[in-house]
């Protein structure tokens, strides 16, 4: 079978799944729809965590980052792998012990005001339209070349199937739909390393399949050093990043990480505190599985694309090359005349084309505009994984799974993103400012209205996305480590942190961080800006900036505070009570 067919088979039957399960876990409550009714197993609850966590930018982009910026890109692996631990140990069971269902019904209550929460619903739902454009740009890449449709119905498509599970089930559905969504991208992102470990070195297991020989009696990584320094590029395994950028960014991600609202609510829907640190653990060990992998298959799809197209005879290129050219998303434009593939260091061999758009067969494709006079082609970050089984001439089986995998991921954290979106506008808002006494059913209302809406500012976000994947991913990192983690670890760690300090740090943080990213990284119309990083403040770059944007929020929300009256004294003794490790005095409310 074509992988076409492969590919509706697989995404058809894992569709039908989620809606199954979507409709089998309904909600019927509030509880249900914001926490899943509080009953979630921890392990049930720390695979659901792990594919709300490892989005698109995890399976899709992260790879690919890796596989084009090389060691420079391992700052996503220490950020990401490290921000998790810090929500397990530092948040996640102080937060569960708090009893509310949201970040900003945290901020609200522990900062006892309604500026507070409603701060930090902006910041939420900022940091979440931000994070959500990356998963919709990812579905829209996947159904645009393994369906063979335009990217933007791509796009709407994926809309569709996010608001149908998630209008349904609300938290309740999307957990238990989460879980199934984990199984496939984990079997998708694992099946095709494993073949391809063990077709290059002959090692089954991709992590030390990178570290191993290839059958020619080599190390792969001292052979793709070797291509790289051929072509012109750096050593695959040196940097040109700073020290202190490569702090920065992994501060910013780390933390961003641990200030996520849509995995911090997930330690929401299990019974204990007990049971949230439980599935924080099991989350951290079903994430490491995919993230340990990650670096394997860079190493692998950077070989072999290199290997495939360079200096290579356009003519004897392999199918999928050309497939991937209808989506514009590699393009080749022949300047010496020779028929040959000019695949060497250049502006548009390292993510950042000099290229012109023009109207293809499946949506726009990249033409050059011959400002670039050595490299001949152009390679999109976001497809080295989806790319990388046909490269290596894996079954069309094993293409399919790929795609289904990448949709997984994608969806299940989109779904998360705009439940936080829609409990932030009900819940937080609605509920606890506009309307107290709205009834249930009006409550549920307002929620499900509120991820309608979201999910076409959303779809918006993906038609027209402000740069590839895991840049606008790390960039919301930033936003949350610039607004909220302060405002979080302060609230639970410092008894004198008061309203006025927390609300001025907020704001402090989200607009010198939005004012930076708008400066050096996204116009206003959400093209990439190049700006040249002499221009950067401290050399810091924009993925980089989270970390000043936190250090000013800390700095700020203390000497506020310790300026203006402390907090009343039932705060204070809530503050002191979280952070009683054992469960007998767990509070349901606050």
Known sequence: MSVQTWTWILVG?????????????????????????????????????????????????????????????????????????????????????????????????????????????????????????????????????????????????????????????????????????????????????????????????????????????????????????????????????????????????MVGTAGLPHVIVRFFTVPKVKDARKSAGLALLFIAILYTTAPAIAVFSRTNLIETVSNKEYTSIPEWFKNWENTGLIAWDDKNGDGKIQYVEGASSNGKPVYIKERGVHGERLISNGNDNANELYVDRDIMVLANPEIANLPNWVIALVAAGGLAAALSTAAGLLLVISTSISHDLIKKQIKPNISEKGELLAARISIFVAIIIAGIFGIYPPGFVAAVVALAFGLAAASFFPAIILGIFDKRMNKEGAI???????????????????????????????????????????????????????????????????????????????????????
């Open 504 to 590: 001025s740090g907020m704001i402090v943080g989200i607009t010198i961080m939005l004012f930076y990213m708008i400066r050096y990284k996204t116009g206003l119309i959400g093209i990439m800006d190049a700006r040249p990083a002499s221009e950067w403040w401290f050399g810091t770059s924009p993925e980089g900036f989270g970390t000043i944007a936190m250090i000013l929020n800390v700095i700020v929300s203390v000497v506020v505070s310790r300026l203006t009256p402390a907090p009343p004294l039932h705060v204070q003794e809530i503050v002191e009570s979280i952070r009683i490790p054992s469960g007998a005095n767990e509070a349901s409310s606050h």
């Open 13 to 253: 039957v894992t569709f039908a799944l989620y809606f199954g399960i979507a409709f089998w876990a309904r909600a019927g409550s509030t509880k249900d729809f914001y926490v899943a009714g509080g009953g979630v197993s921890p392990l049930a609850n720390g695979m659901a965590t792990a594919a709300d966590w490892m989005s698109a930018a995890s399976f899709i982009s992260m790879a690919g980052i890796i596989s084009f910026a090389g060691y420079d890109g391992s700052v996503y692996l220490m950020g990401w792998t490290g921000g998790y631990v810090l929500l397990a140990l530092l948040l996640a069971p102080y937060l569960r012990k708090f009893g509310k269902f949201t970040v900003p019904d945290f901020i609200g209550d522990r900062y006892y005001s309604n500026t507070a929460r409603t701060v930090a619903v902006i910041c939420a739902l900022i940091v979440s339209f931000t994070y959500v454009a990356g998963q919709m740009r990812g579905v829209g890449i996947v159904f645009s070349q393994f369906l063979q449709v335009d990217i933007n119905l791509g796009v709407t498509i994926g809309m569709g199937v996010v608001l149908g599970f998630a209008l349904l089930g609300g938290m309740k559905g999307i957990t238990y739909t989460q879980v199934a969504q984990y199984c496939v991208l984990i079997f998708a992102f694992m099946v095709p390393a494993i073949f391809i470990s063990f077709q290059m070195t002959g090692n089954p297991i991709p992590q030390i399949g990178m570290g191993s020989k290839t059958h020619d009696g080599v190390f792969l990584l001292d052979k793709l050093d070797s291509l790289h320094t051929q072509l012109g590029f750096k050593e695959y395994t040196s940097g040109t990043k700073s020290t202190w950028d490569v702090f920065a960014i992994t501060l910013a991600l």
